[in-house]
């Protein structure tokens, strides 16, 4: 399995009054994809990006995009982000009831299938699913807003997932607080893919110096 260290900015957080430079910039910076967190207000608490933010995303940036879909019934729209020209597509188990059916379409589209789990979701509810999938996505704060702190009890099952990524051969990707304190612990317990929002959004950093040293402490 390929270890190298890939950084996904999350998109929800960027300026979006200058959305445009802001892709240019995490793009000239070194990301390795941009995510897109699509929000239905059901699911979770809120509304998140929609087509207009993946059509600007795919104007301004070569990078593939990783879609993380927090809605009701996601099989519904996994031609409609494909579409679009999303790369990984991630489904909530939580809101389908036919999870494995859904993952086996995206693969039929020749995208990444994903799921991702919920900080109070534990991996045997989801370990039958495992071989579905390429890319686990470990949410390590309550999904919806942005800016949250990371929720330390998430560390164990992480490092199960961890465990597991070698088995199964998937990619293990968190989100949701994450920063140059935490990302060492991280990657120590197996993930290699870090979703980093208002620790990169906001700062006064350049982006490319922030997603450098992000990745060499974790490479670390």
């Known amino acids: 399995m390929n270890r190298r260290v890939k950084i996904h900015p999350s998109i929800l957080c960027a300026d979006h009054g200058n959305l ?3 892709i240019k910039s995490i793009t000239a910076g070194g990301a390795d994809y941009v995510h897109v967190d699509v929000m239905d207000g059901v699911f979770v608490r809120n509304f998140g990006c929609g087509t207009e933010i993946v059509k600007t995303i795919k104007a301004h940036s070569h990078l593939p995009v990783d879609v ?6 996601p099989s519904r729209y996994i031609w409609f982000f494909r579409d679009l020209g999303a ?10 009831k036919n999870a494995a059916r859904t ?3 995206i693969k039929a589209v020749n995208a990444i299938p994903g799921i991702a789990l919920n900080p109070g979701t534990s991996v045997d509810a989801v370990r039958e699913l495992l071989p579905l999938c390429k890319h686990v996505l470990a949410m390590t704060v309550i999904p ?4 949250q702190p990371f929720l330390d009890f998430t560390l164990d099952k ?5 465990e597991l990524s070698k088995q199964y051969d998937f990619t293990l990707c968190v989100d949701g607080g994450i920063s140059k304190k935490n990302i060492k612990k991280l990657a120590h317990r197996g993930v290699t893919s870090f979703v980093v929002g208002s620790a990169l959004f906001g700062q006064d950093a350049d982006y490319g110096e922030t997603i450098r040293e992000m990745k060499g402490l974790a490479r670390n």
């Open 103 to 105: 993952l086996a379409e």
């Open 68 to 73: 993380h879909l927090m809605i009701q019934e």
């Open 20 to 22: 445009a430079n802001e």
């Open 158 to 162: 992480i490092k199960a997932l961890g």
């Open 87 to 96: 790369d990984i597509i991630t489904i909530h188990p939580e809101t389908d």
């Open 144 to 147: 919806g807003f942005g800016g």
